[in-house]
DNA sequence: CTGAAAGCGCTTACAG
DNA sequence: CTGAAAGCGCTTACAG
């Protein structure tokens, strides 16, 4: 009746349990073929009731395997960090690998990925915005030869996996959008200069905005970096220099609620006297009131997919995997 | 000027380059002392230029630490598990181990966790609610003797390191701050009944209430689950059944927001019709319209405190380490 | 203060 | 289909 009291079972256990050798066990828990049914099964029963799990220690020492994939964020915080995390931990999960989250602030400096490479050695590194888009990691990473997945990039690289969005298409389906809900005056927030996709989704905007025969006055345009103050700020900049748009597109949804902030605040009502979208689906969307029309993009489901891209031996590689967007219409919109 | 181009340098590699034994380059890795001054610059000077580092693996196989810090949720989501993210990395940053975090949805059923447990053989797992309070989890963990450390669980243990804040003192003290605000109708939204904090905030509310000679009628009273739809639900609740209140405590910062939200699209004004206050000072409760006042807990602090517990080999069992918490003034409280 | 030996728990070739 | 041997890269006792 007592339970496993201290020292794990290990593999030798195993095997004079069930009668057989050493590799046999590894055999059946490496799914390699060549087991008899009959001895899988008396294996997998004897690991059952001595509780047994191959460690992960050993077999990455002795296989060269560490089953261990890294996500390097710069900011452990907010929904994108947290939806990727679920894809990810459920693919981990179904896989038999593990999650280690790794802080990387300093985009430049490659010491601290370097540490945690050469003492993890990670079956694979998951690279969200910005990271994805650093030149010094990624050249780091394409040297060490440690398997990459990126998600969300900015541009393609043909030598590393990628999960992406068409951010321009994106932004420009976002755009038309609004214009045909009879906008013609409407400012853009643009996001933080240092990821990727901020360019890309303001030219989406442009070019949406050129397509249907509006022009894009400076005054339209304001400076974000992603999140909830500058949205604040980047609201105020632009109803002081131009109060005419009917329509506000902030480049994420973070932006889009400081923004909503900052208007209610000064009397303005979203969307009676102003429009605003964001871009996201972040939870703050649906938490705020109005609730945002915004652009989903599948970033659990990317999560997913990026992992199977740096486990499956396969040429991970060359693998480009686009996603589609949806807009997803609340309250935020008014037609003109 | 070729860099490392595939195979990391071994400890072996490092000791050549030395020319000191195996045992002497692993004495500095591991701050042993006895190693001359003299000897130590040439190993890590040699270890440095060959980029070495300790592998996890092998140390993990000889030594029996694995370097890995579980961090087990029952969700991935929201601002919370973000802050405790933030705070263990910074820790395992500073102690050179790793975060790797699992998913334990079934509060009940161990086999995940004892595959988890069996494979990565953390040096300590962290428990946040409510996981933390979980039985089955709690005493498999004990029976295999893992470091534990909980945060933020509503009943001391003996046997497990703990950080947490006094739940129902800071209840107390919320409920208190509105009755000073001249609030003598205020209504309580309940937390999730399976996260032990729940119970226990809102026994504070009720003892301050009758400190204050306060009567607490069962109509002011609504059950949430710690998310924003039923808060939103639960304020319609409160509303119906007591349309005389002038506040509402909220257990959490998401039922707040989801409150408000109700509130102001029913049409009544927060703070001037209703006071709002909440409990976490989550993201949201800066972000929302009016800001929310709240108690903050300071959940970095304690997830760092927490690893340092598990970490430091002193009876970590015993340590229980609580936290004081203030309480946040902002927009959404009116005096009467 | 320093080192040679053994072994951690697996997987990798290699034989059969 | 199955197994005995060697070795992954470190740390643990143990000697000196």
Redesign the pocket.
Known sequence: MTKSLK??????DVAKEAG????????V??NE????E??KARILEAAKTLN????V???G?????SFMIGLFVDDASGDYVAKMMRGLVNACDATGTHLVVEVIRDLDDVSKVQRAVASVRFDGVILPPPLCDAPALLAFLRENGVPVARIGAGQALEDFASVYIDEELAAYKMTDYLIAKGHKKIGFIIGDPEHACSALRETGYRRAMAAAGLTVEDRFLAQGYFNFPSGRDAAQTLMQGAPDLTAVFASNDEMAAGAVDYLSNAGVRVPDDLSVVGFDDDIAASMMSPTLTTVRQPIEDMARQAHALICNPGDYQKIQHRFSVDIVERQSVRAV
């Open positions: 020292k794990p079972a290990t593999m030798s057989v050798s050493l590799k046999t066990v590894s055999r828990f490496n073929k060549y087991v008899t009959d001895k047994f799990q191959p460690a220690a050993a077999r020492l002795a296989g060269g395997r």
